[in-house]
């Protein structure tokens, strides 16, 4: 086999390997930590999906899954953590880190919502439920759109980011994986980096749940160059307050 090891864990949980690869991957699982260990949060996550309405793949998904693993994976095994500013950057087109990260947003969303509507009036709810499901409509197109671009960097304590974006779309997508809690009375709040300028792009608390560290960004591109992360009170900031937790660029999309 020709593939990195490494870069078939989305495809196993998928069940996308062939026998052979099957038979490989699972002897290179057994003593491997980091793919087993994400083997475990990407088959958690699909376990999620269970409950949402199936949509049967394409003929061609299958060749398409193989002729990029060889290539792509999601996270890279065992990367120390750093805040370089280096950006691992990947196009896309319907590949499998694209269908990963579309899982784990729509697996997050899926869990979120209910407990909310048991506090509030009918009228309430039905108002917040359709509010919700635009914005993850948005959301899941800029993840599924044709000219999404994907860029991935490092932050601290071996947290990722990842941003998607879709020029055809004008919206951003970011992404984290393993970001703490912010303390207490605080939020992360994301920028668009305007040459400079920052532009106030939407909260996000990991303490609100899986869903809320998949965040569509507040309002078009428009032009921006890249984005950033800042600690600031709850509610956010009209500039930021504090330096920058993570300045990165956004891929080329189109």
């Known amino acids: 086999m ?8 989305g495809a196993y949980v998928l069940h996308a390997l062939s026998d052979a690869e099957l038979a490989e991957f699972e002897r290179h699982l057994a003593d491997c930590a980091s793919c087993a ?7 958690a996550t699909t ?19 193989l002729r990029q693993i060889a290539t792509v994976r999601q996270e ?5 953590p750093e805040r370089t500013g280096r950006v691992r950057t990947t196009r896309l087109g319907g590949v499998i880190p694209r269908l990963v990260l579309a899982a784990c947003v729509a697996g997050a969303l899926l869990g979120g ?3 909310a509507w048991q506090y509030q009036e009918a009228r309430d709810a039905r108002d917040q439920a359709q509010l919700a499901e635009r914005s993850n409509d948005e959301l899941m197109g800029v993840l599924t759109s044709p000219d999404v671009a994907v860029a991935s960097t490092d932050l601290e304590d071996g947290a990722t980011g990842t941003v998607l974006l879709s020029a055809d779309r004008d919206r951003a997508v970011f992404v984290a994986s393993g970001m703490a809690e912010p303390p207490a009375g605080m939020v992360y709040q994301l920028w668009f980096d305007d040459g400079g300028t920052m532009r106030p792009g939407g909260l996000m608390d990991p303490a609100d ?7 569509l960004m507040d309002g078009p591109v428009n032009g921006a160059g890249g984005m950033g992360i800042t600690l600031e009170p709850a509610g956010g900031s009209p500039q930021p307050t504090s330096d920058p937790l993570l300045v990165m660029a956004f891929p080329e999309s189109g």
């Open 209 to 215: 749940g899986p869903a809320a560290n998949a965040v």
């Open 113 to 115: 919502g209910l407990a």
């Open 37 to 43: 260990t994400e083997v475990r949060e990407l088959a």
């Open 47 to 65: 376990q999620r999906l269970g409950a949402a309405v199936a949509a049967t793949p394409p003929p061609e998904m299958r060749v398409r899954v």
């Open 76 to 80: 890279p095994p065992e990367v120390p």
């Open 2 to 9: 020709t593939a990195d090891l490494h870069t078939l864990a």
